[in-house]
């Protein structure tokens, strides 16, 4: 696929990621900052849970970014195994820490709100284990792709490893039909929602800002990696002179 293989060149992605990483980074924050502010002072308290529902405006942009990161990370290893392509695999390691922070913050908040609603800061829920499951294997993706990287690996056995967690992705997902959860259903659908409108609408800011962000860490994470690798073929032919 010569096309593939051209939008893969080094050159020509830091071409393209060098103006785009400040532009998704920035515009990230701003529509964070906005739908966070938002939520906290022009929304109404929940009838029922009060203001502990303010939470939901970090809660479930971090839960879709701690799913959609390994999600990219999955896919990039799958681009290498079939293609080859060095910058996939480095896609897939840059997505692995911001996933990583992602998925923690969803477990934060989402304990922060469980204290008040559920009675208490944890429960062995189906959809909580899960996430935290998927947490554990971010942690065990980047120990990984470490040891792989001082090792000279070529760094099949992390993107194998990638491809498969996906596995947990699905189980996430429909663990609130699967299991009696404490968890509630599914709030949010494609064509409707059961959150009020007065209540929902912040989530159309943080949920983008928070994934914007996410882009450009992932871009910084990239062309820092790509710097890095530069500066020690660099000092491998300076050792060899």
């Known amino acids: 696929m010569p096309a593939l293989h051209a939008f893969a060149n080094p050159a020509r992605f830091l071409k393209i990621a060098r103006p785009l990483?400040?532009?998704?980074?920035?515009?990230g924050v701003a529509l964070s900052v906005a739908g966070g502010v938002s939520g906290l002072m022009l929304t109404p308290p929940d009838y029922l849970q009060g203001e502990t529902v303010r939470i939901l405006y970090i809660h479930v942009p971090s839960a879709w970014l701690g799913m959609g990161g390994w999600s990219g990370l999955a896919i990039s290893s799958l681009c290498y195994l079939i293609w080859r392509h060095p910058l996939a695999s480095l896609a897939a390691r840059a997505c692995a820490v911001p996933g990583a922070l992602f998925a923690a913050l969803c477990l934060a908040t989402g304990s922060i709100w469980g204290r008040p609603t559920w009675g208490t800061w944890w429960e062995w829920d189906g959809r909580l284990?899960?996430?935290?499951l998927l947490f554990f294997v971010y942690l065990a993706y980047i120990a990984l792709?470490?040891?792989?990287a001082e090792r000279g690996?070529?760094?099949?056995?992390p993107a194998l490893f990638g491809v498969a967690g996906s596995v947990l992705l699905p189980i996430i997902h429909f663990s609130v039909v699967w299991w009696n959860t404490l968890h509630q259903g599914q709030s949010i659908g494609l064509t409707s929602s059961t959150i009020d409108r007065s209540m929902l609408?912040?989530?159309?800011?943080?949920?983008?800002?928070f994934t914007l962000f996410f882009a450009g860490l992932v871009l910084m994470r990239m062309r820092a990696m790509l710097a890095a690798a530069k500066v020690e073929a660099r000092m491998k032919r300076m050792?060899?002179?």
């Open 153 to 157: 690996g070529d760094g099949r056995v």
């Open 21 to 27: 990483t400040p532009l998704l980074f920035w515009a």
């Open 239 to 241: 050792a060899a002179q």
């Open 145 to 148: 792709s470490r040891a792989d």
């Open 201 to 209: 609408w912040p989530l159309a800011l943080t949920v983008p800002g």
């Open 129 to 132: 284990t899960s996430m935290l």
